[in-house]
């Protein structure tokens, strides 16, 4: 069973990202969830926003960053959107991840070295016509094109957060078959 450092989106620790986690768990995978705003959800995308510009992007990454340090090498890192930018740096930086989950959001490789880390598997998924998701898309595929052991998967529809089963762009169909994605990466790493 792989242990997952998942960081939530910004909407928050939401009660859907408390249920992704929990799903993992109840297939045997252990996983942390770090709270990266305290406490604090939010109804919408821009609210989360207005939070974290004002609390400051760097600092709630130096948050989820430091929350890695307490556990030990072996990690699956798995970000959700705004998780997305902790996971990716850790994966690519961090010595001894054993993959990267990165759920509707993807860095250019190059921010964080010139290159996919070998040995590090990493899935990719969002949906083709979400605003925010488009954005990633070519430094989706061209991590995709680049890694020996990435995958990309595209999810019709535009729902942004489509896995959060506490918010209105919920997509269940689309949501299990990432789980089930997800679900077989994590038995193979």
Known sequence: MAEVLL??????L??????FADEL????HTVHTPDLFGGRTFDSIEEGFGFARETGFDAIRERGAA???DLGPAL???GFSFGVTIAQR???TRPGARGALLIYSCLPVTEFGEAWPGGVPVQIHGKEGDEFFDEDLP???????????AELFLYPGDQHLFADSSLDGYDA???ALLMQRVQAFLAAV
């Open 7 to 12: 960081y939530h989106h910004i909407q928050g």
């Open 67 to 69: 929350a890695a340090d």
């Open 14 to 19: 939401t009660d859907g990202v408390r249920a």
């Open 76 to 78: 699956v890192y798995a």
């Open 25 to 28: 768990r109840q297939a045997g």
């Open 173 to 175: 169909v689309a949501a």
């Open 139 to 149: 430094a989706a595929r061209a991590l995709a094109d680049s890694a020996a052991e």
């Open 90 to 92: 850790l994966a690519q």
